[in-house]
């Protein structure tokens, strides 16, 4: 069983930086993707970024382009995020998410426990 599990929240003003991290229990497959999602109240969980874990290739939803970061240590099997520029907007529980398939749209197989990200104006 792969597990997830998140932790780097906290409490940050507007300007602000954050780093989530996300450790993987073991690696399912050779090939796969880890993902970072987030949740607003009263919102559906959104898509924030990508990486496969093979070669680092990355995708970021347009909201956070040129403010966030997602990265990956191979020997630590840890994906991060790197929040710079936060915005009130950015406030939300943040998950991370593991989909077994390297290509086509991002289905996760498996899901953190989340971590809450606070931006005050």
């Known amino acids: 069983q792969v597990q997830l599990v998140e932790s780097g929240g906290g409490l940050v003003q507007a300007g602000g930086s954050l780093r989530l991290s996300c450790a993987v229990s073991?690696?399912?497959?050779?090939?796969?993707?880890m993902g970072w999602f987030r949740q607003a109240p009263g919102k559906e969980r959104d898509f924030v970024a990508v990486i496969r874990w093979n070669d680092g290739l990355t995708s970021y939803a347009d909201s956070v382009k040129g403010r966030f970061t997602i990265s990956r240590d191979n020997a630590e099997n840890t994906v991060f995020l790197q929040m710079n520029s936060l915005k009130p907007e950015d406030t939300a529980v943040y998950y991370c998410?593991?989909?077994?398939?390297?290509?086509?749209?991002?289905?996760?197989?498996?899901w953190g426990q989340g971590t809450q990200v606070t931006v005050s104006s």
């Open positions: 998410a593991l989909d077994v398939k390297y290509t086509g749209s991002f289905s996760a197989d498996y």
């Open positions: 073991r690696r399912p497959f050779i090939t796969y993707r």
